[in-house]
């Protein structure tokens, strides 16, 4: 069984996005960015939700074919672009770059996915995470948290039908007093 992990940055106040889907509040580091970039090299597969689609695809396709592209950026693109990813939508007929649409039944393809062989999955967001954090689908959690409060957004979690029961498995500090805390989920 493969195991499924969430994995995101958010606001300390719990959003992954602020009012109108900005993401500007992040803050940025080498180390940080690095770590991300580690992070796709070692995924086998990453599951995205449209919006999450669209940032990452409107970007990274062709970061690193831009003029101040930095060697993090051009190693992360590439990454990025040869990991399998899978697109979980019903407003988008195409997706590129070594990716799957699914249209249908996202927690039953999430479940398939997760019985078959191979290497560790991400999901990734708001909407996708909610289904499969009521199925109880996801393994880990790792919360990248920045120090910034946004006052609104996209909440990093939604409302559950059941508690998820956690234990610490990592803790980590980034400059700029980013912090990365990564979580298994207790069955």
């Known amino acids: 069984m493969r195991n499924l992990t969430f994995a995101m940055n958010l606001s300390l106040d719990g959003y992954i996005a602020a009012p109108g889907d900005e993401l500007g509040w992040s803050?940025?580091?080498?180390?940080?960015?690095?770590?991300?970039?580690?992070?796709?090299?070692?995924?086998?597969?990453?599951?995205?939700?449209?919006k999450l689609w669209e940032t990452m695809s409107s970007h990274w396709?062709?970061?690193?074919?831009?003029?101040?592209a930095t060697p993090a950026q051009i190693e992360y693109a590439g990454r990025?672009?040869?990991?399998?990813?899978?697109?979980?939508s019903s407003t988008i007929s195409t997706v590129d770059w070594?990716?799957?649409?699914?249209?249908?039944?996202?927690?039953?393809?999430?479940?398939?996915?997760?019985?078959?062989?191979g290497g560790p999955m991400d999901i990734g967001g708001a909407t996708l995470a909610?289904?499969?954090?009521?199925?109880?689908?996801?393994?880990?959690?790792?919360?990248?948290t920045h120090?910034?409060?946004v006052g609104g957004g996209t909440p990093v979690f939604t409302a559950l039908d059941n508690?998820?029961?956690?234990s610490l498995a990592e803790a980590r500090s980034f400059p700029g007093g980013v912090i990365l805390t990564r979580y298994e989920t207790r069955r």
């Open 163 to 166: 508690w998820v029961n956690l």
């Open 80 to 88: 990025w672009r040869d990991m399998r990813k899978v697109v979980f």
């Open 147 to 149: 120090p910034v409060l």
């Open 98 to 117: 070594n990716t799957r649409l699914v249209t249908g039944d996202a927690v039953g393809e999430i479940t398939r996915l997760k019985a078959d062989d």
């Open 130 to 144: 909610a289904a499969a954090m009521r199925a109880g689908l996801i393994d880990e959690y790792v919360l990248v």
């Open 27 to 50: 803050v940025s580091s080498n180390e940080l960015f690095q770590w991300w970039s580690d992070r796709v090299g070692s995924t086998d597969l990453a599951l995205y939700g449209r």
């Open 61 to 68: 396709p062709t970061a690193d074919q831009q003029p101040d």
